[in-house]
């Protein structure tokens, strides 16, 4: 049974760099069946897609963000990381780590979610 | 962007009761659409992909149709444990884009 677990600061101060890291526990990361995403959700609102990682190591970002955020992998540690520069208390939210199945866009596995705050 | 709207944005509804929500995309994304669950405090759960085939293990009383701009998530008769906010999202083209959500309270 495949899980994936976030972890990180849980609090960032503005104008600094938030990074998470996703952990994949019961199977590869380096399977060519799946797509490594990060997906975050504000207190109260809505899902907001981030960007995805492919095990070629290909990367496809929000164009909202995409100036501010790098999706990386690490295969030797079967972990995929998120990093988010410049932040400020708008990115406040909780941050979730998903998987797609090859060939489809949907998400059938989700980390329980890291809230990360960003404040002084 | 494709922008995803979910109406109604709140419901109240009875155990048994037969409950829709419906989703609009801003054009058409064929049936590449997805339908979530979520529960207070957790990861939304993917019970419908695509537009129409139930998840393993989701039951029979959650089914969704529609394909182009209009799609319905449709409850057939309420469960306790269904009371949550539920949410589509498209999966058409990126960036990949959620509805706002729909919260079903109970009555």
């Known amino acids: 049974q495949v899980q994936l677990q976030e972890s990180g600061p849980g609090l960032v101060k503005p104008s600094q760099t938030l990074s998470l890291t996703c952990t994949v526990s019961g199977g590869s990361i380096s399977s060519g069946n799946y797509y490594w995403n990060w997906i975050r959700q504000p207190a109260g609102k809505g899902l907001e897609w981030l960007g995805r990682i492919y095990t070629s190591g290909n990367t496809i970002y929000s164009p909202s963000l995409k100036s501010r955020v790098t999706i990386s992998v690490d295969t030797s540690k079967n972990q995929f990381s998120l990093k988010l520069t410049s932040v400020t208390a708008a990115d406040t939210a909780v941050y979730y780590c998903?998987?797609?199945?090859?060939?489809?866009?949907?998400?059938?596995?989700w980390g329980q979610g890291t809230m990360v705050t960003v404040s002084s | 962007d494709i922008q995803m709207t979910q109406s109604p944005s709140s419901v109240s509804a009875s155990v048994g009761d037969r409950v829709t929500i419906t989703c609009r995309a801003s054009?058409?994304?064929?049936?590449?659409l997805a339908w979530y669950q979520q529960k207070p405090g957790t990861a939304p759960k993917l019970l419908i992909y695509?537009?129409?085939s139930l998840q393993s293990g989701v039951p029979s009383r959650f089914s969704g149709s529609g394909s182009g701009t209009d799609f319905t998530l449709t409850i057939s008769s309420l469960q306790p444990e269904d009371f949550a906010t539920y949410y589509c999202q498209q999966a058409h083209s990126f960036p990949i884009t959620f509805g706002q959500g729909t919260r079903l309270e109970i009555k």
């Open positions: 695509p537009a129409s």
């Open positions: 998903a998987r797609a199945i090859s060939g489809t866009d949907a998400f059938d596995i």
């Open positions: 054009q058409g994304i064929s049936s590449w």
